[in-house]
């Protein structure tokens, strides 16, 4: 279906922006993304990529300015996919929340980690427990426009490389809890010094 909050109130994304550094209401902006899986991936995607509050890092040389990302595209679409998937579609009223600072993007999903999973044993490599099976194997078979790769490639790797790929850019490794009923991951933005 291509309007999925019709059978599940929850299946959306929540996207809140903040100018400042403390989530406390006063958003610069803020979206309700709907629709079909890939639609709400793309739109995410799209809106952190081209978003006007997300921090640019740029160097200046004898040649003029050169902007650089301030997230890697790749890390970005392993986030949100896997925020999409491996959240706990049978809790209520809990919907993917991604907020955007000038200094981070927080990603929150529903559910805790799945079975005996830890973040230790996602950041030391073990064999993915995935919570949605279907969806895993159904994003399979999608493109990203960002990266040209298939949404899920389901063997776990996804994680590593998105957690290398942000730490290369920022300097710092994104931090991954599981507090209550929910999970954030926080990617750091890039820094200078590292671009």
Known sequence: TDQPTRFLA???????VYDHAVADGNTAD??????????QIDR??????????????????GLGRSDKPAYSA???????????VHRDYELDGSQVIVTLFPDR??????????????????YAG???????????????????????RSYMEARGEGFLTMIRESERLSGQRPTFRSEGQAITLTIFSASPLNV
């Open 105 to 122: 993007i927080e990603i929150k999903n529903p559910g805790g980690l799945h079975n005996t999973l830890t973040p230790e044993n996602l």
């Open 10 to 16: 929850g299946a959306f994304v929540d996207l809140a």
């Open 74 to 84: 790749y890390a970005l679409q392993e986030a949100i996919v896997n925020a999409l």
């Open 30 to 39: 803020s979206r309700k993304i709907t629709g079909t899986l890939p639609d």
């Open 44 to 61: 995410t995607l799209t809106y952190l990529q081209t978003s006007p509050y997300l921090a640019v890092v740029s160097e200046k040389d």
């Open 126 to 148: 073990c064999q993915p427990i995935r919570r949605n099976q279907h969806l895993a194997g159904f994003l399979r078979d999608f493109r990203s426009p960002w990266s040209k």
